[in-house]
């Protein structure tokens, strides 16, 4: 079916995929490296990771070949790469055992490049990057896994028929089980996604639209406008015991998160400004809230500064930092004179956050919500520089 010219025809097209992709990635450099990941920032990333990434592999694969065959001593009569497909010709008086290693070496480098790319996601910091290496790895291992030893059966030609040489007990029968297994465990992760919760991959989709409506930041999160996408990351976090711990309503079902998050983007369009999402920069993901809304205390309009984060980043100082952060686009970009702060006596640890972005006491109140007894704090616009 496939002959050297057909390889060759192929090679070339992919070779010329793979300068358009390093043309593209020099022109983007600055903006596909820096903290925000754009939807051209994640064609790129997928670009380089199949058309950079994948021939590299192939590369390393025929590596693994030519490395094995020293090994036993044979001699390596040709070595090719052609981008995309590769061979290795080995001389050599080779006995069944070392022609079974030979063929399997180049495959076990691709196999063992995979698992290296997924696990280097957790040791980078940029999204783009994680990303990247995340991509590469399920391409590499489904080429390495399906698509190669799919096309060495099919047409008769590659290394899987003589990995597959039963012949060579117990290495093709150990092999075929540890096969299975690889083979299972990636079609599993195509549909739970396990690998990408395992290794606190980012969304993607959440950091590329953070950018139209970013409202401030900090060292460790990104604070920006809510959207309707954003429902099921945030009833995973209201529907916590702990979270709502001190909520008048109890735990949010989706339902209930929905009315909640409708309620912020309708006080974006009537007010200006309202409860916000907070991103947590280093993962990525959705941590919870902050923000200031309009509330009614004691029959008087006030605005009032709200939060409530994921437990799972609890002891951190996230909370004072996104409610410091909102404290001040509140005071200079929205020009407010003051700030009230609410929490109920036993909220500790609210009332800490409220004490240490510098909100006073101010009064005890029992008429806001439900007749139970809240703290009032207070801060004017009088934060120093």
């Not at 606190?200 to 590329?208: G, H, I």
């Not at 205390?297 to 410091?324: C, P, V």
Request: glycine residues 6%.
């Amino acid at each position: 079916m496939f002959n050297d010219s057909s390889f060759d025809f192929m090679a070339i097209i992919y070779g010329i995929l793979s300068i358009d992709t390093i043309l593209r990635l020099s022109s983007n450099w600055r903006s596909f490296w820096d903290d925000k990941v754009t939807a051209n920032d994640k064609f790129l990333l997928e670009r380089v990771a199949v058309f950079i990434l994948i021939p590299l592999g192939v590369f390393f694969h025929e590596l693994g070949h030519a490395l094995a065959t020293l090994q036993v001593g044979g001699e390596v009569r040709e070595f090719q790469w052609r981008v995309a497909w590769g061979y290795v010709i080995a001389v050599g008086n080779f006995l069944p055992v070392e022609s079974w290693w030979i063929a399997f070496s180049g495959n076990l480098v691709s196999i063992a490049l995979g698992y290296l790319a997924f696990l280097a996601v957790p040791l980078v910091k940029k999204a783009v990057v994680k990303h990247l290496f995340y991509t590469f790895a399920q391409a590499q291992l489904v080429y390495s896994l399906v698509a190669y030893p799919l096309f060495s059966f099919t047409n008769s030609r590659g290394d899987w028929l003589t990995i597959y040489d039963f012949s060579v007990k117990p290495y093709a029968q150990i092999t075929l089980a540890i096969h299975i297994f690889l083979v299972f465990t990636l079609w599993l992760n195509s549909k739970t996604k396990w690998l990408a919760k395992l290794l606190k991959l980012p969304s993607l989709e959440t950091q590329y639209n953070i950018n139209e409506k970013m409202i401030t930041q900090t060292e460790r999160l990104i604070i920006r406008e809510f959207q309707v996408s954003d429902i099921e990351a945030l009833a995973q976090i209201l529907a916590k015991p702990e979270v709502m711990q001190f909520s008048i309503d109890g735990v949010f079902s989706t339902k209930q998160t929905a009315v909640k998050l409708q309620s912020f983007l309708d006080s974006y369009q009537k007010n200006g400004y309202g409860k916000w999402a907070v991103i947590h920069r280093q993962s990525g993901r959705l941590i919870g809230y902050c923000g200031i809304v309009v509330e009614e205390i004691e029959g008087k309009l006030e605005n009032e500064l709200g939060y409530r984060l994921d437990s799972d980043l609890w002891g951190q100082g996230l909370a004072t930092e996104a409610a410091n952060a909102c404290l001040k686009y509140g005071f200079d970009k929205l020009n407010f004179d003051y700030v009230l702060g609410m929490a109920e006596p036993e909220n500790k640890a609210s009332i800490r956050v409220l004490e240490k972005i510098g909100m006073e006491f101010f009064k005890e109140s029992n008429s806001v919500w439900d007749g139970k007894i809240y703290w009032i704090y207070q801060i004017a616009n009088n934060i120093p520089e």
